[in-house]
């Protein structure tokens, strides 16, 4: 496993579910699917397009925050339409890197026009955490000749 694999290595371990939500749906529905999935964000799509991302902070910032109500709010009033995306292509890195510059947690990953997943910082991070412990598992049975006992 290479620290700075591909983004494709990481949706092939991870899964390609990319839960969306379309842009007239309320944002309490929104929450509920998040809560539902167990994800922090959902793809805003209109026609099969992505048009934009909702994630749990557009909903505190742009809905509690505002005196708003979940109910009565359609995700595409609160929506980020600006979305950061990768091709399956990438690397962790250039991910690590676009998230940190934009400060983003989610990145749909995207080629030919069509949806492939989306992966979060936790991925990446998991990713480097798993390709780090078995450099240094490689490492130590090549120094010693045997292989570390599991802890």
């Not at 092939?12 to 509920?32: C, D, H, M, N």
């Not at 505190?60 to 950061?84: E, H, Q």
């Not at 989610?106 to 936790?122: A, F, K, R, Y």
């Not at 798993?130 to 000749?145: M, N, P, R, V």
Request: aromatic share 6%.
């Amino acid at each position: 496993m290479n620290t700075f694999g591909h983004i494709r290595d990481i949706l092939q371990s991870k899964g390609q579910a990319a839960w969306t939500i379309a842009p007239e749906e309320t944002v309490y529905e929104a929450l509920r699917i998040m809560a539902e999935k167990n994800v922090g964000a959902l793809l805003v799509t209109q026609n099969n397009k992505l048009i934009g991302i909702i994630t749990e902070r557009d909903y505190s910032r742009k809905v509690a925050l505002m005196g708003r109500s979940s109910r009565n709010t359609p995700v595409k009033a609160i929506l980020t339409g600006k979305v950061f995306y990768v091709g399956p292509d990438s690397t962790v890195e250039e991910c690590m890197r676009l998230m940190t510059e934009n400060r983003v947690r989610h990145l749909p990953v995207v080629q030919n026009n069509e949806i492939l997943g989306v992966v979060s910082i936790g991925d990446l991070v998991n990713w480097i955490i798993s390709a780090q412990h078995s450099a240094i598992q490689q490492l130590e049975t090549y120094i010693t000749g045997f292989p570390t006992p599991p802890a």
